[in-house]
């Protein structure tokens, strides 16, 4: 166990409507991510952290954006969502492992926009 | 640019037996990390077991082995003796290590254990 909790974890929303998913982990991880999986596209990277006030873009940002004000939080926001941004959103950690630092996952917010 | 295939949607095993899930990746780095994961139908994202690109033997974690080819880069996960509980998709992802840890996905392979 990571330590990490998503919020909200099933959201519904409406087209054009502005939605912020939280992320918050309890462990004084650096680095956190946010992915989205969708079927026959494994995860794809949307934004990750480095630190506070640090971030930068991954593989499919275009329509989000994201906020780090404090270690234990990183928010991500659909400005204005749209149909295709309906997703599992996957906030993830990276931690020492055994062998190798490994990312960790949180549980998933599941976010259908209509 | 680091791509990961994984060509096998579906699999299907009898419980006890042994399977193999392909993963072949595509780098032109020379270190790299190499890591699979296990998402249940309950939907969370486990960490099963890492290979380095310089490790000179394959990694194993319990009934979870590694086939790590490095010349024909694949990295095939084994699993010994299935279990009902193996029942999942299985995520192979790679680790450029130096662009702040970003990992790349391959699209997984459903495994349904029989009885």
């Known amino acids: 166990d990571a330590g990490i909790t998503q919020s909200p974890r099933h959201k519904v929303t409406e087209t054009g409507t502005p939605v912020t998913l939280r992320c918050h982990q309890t462990?004084?991880?650096?680095?956190m991510y946010w992915y989205r999986q969708d079927p026959g596209h494994g995860l794809r990277l949307i934004h990750y952290?480095?630190?506070?006030?640090?971030?930068d873009k991954g593989e499919v940002s275009d329509g989000y954006s994201v906020s780090r004000s404090k270690t234990e939080d990183f928010l991500l926001t659909l400005e204005s969502a749209t149909s295709s941004q309906t997703s599992v959103y996957f906030c993830?950690?990276?931690?020492?492992?055994?062998?190798?630092?490994?990312?960790?996952f949180g549980p998933g917010t599941r976010l259908t926009v209509l | 640019a680091q791509k990961i295939t994984q060509t096998q949607p579906g699999m299907f095993v009898q419980e006890k037996e042994a399977v193999t899930l392909d993963c072949t990746y595509d780098?032109?780095?020379?270190?790299?990390?190499l890591f699979w994961y296990k998402q249940p139908s309950s939907g969370e994202m486990i960490f099963l077991i890492y290979?380095?690109?310089?490790?000179?033997q394959n990694a194993t974690e319990g009934r979870y082995s590694l086939n790590f080819q490095k010349a024909r880069k694949s990295a095939n996960l084994v699993i010994s003796a299935s279990q009902l509980g193996d029942s999942a998709m299985y995520f192979c992802?790679?680790?450029?290590?130096?662009?702040?840890?970003?990992?790349?996905f391959g699209a997984g392979t459903r495994l349904t254990v029989k009885p």
């Open positions: 780098t032109s780095d020379q270190s790299y990390g």
């Open positions: 462990e004084n991880h650096r680095y």
């Open positions: 290979q380095g690109s310089y490790d000179e």
């Open positions: 952290s480095y630190g506070v006030k640090d971030t």
């Open positions: 992802a790679m680790r450029v290590p130096y662009n702040n840890n970003d990992m790349r």
């Open positions: 993830a950690i990276t931690a020492s492992g055994a062998r190798t630092d490994t990312q960790y």
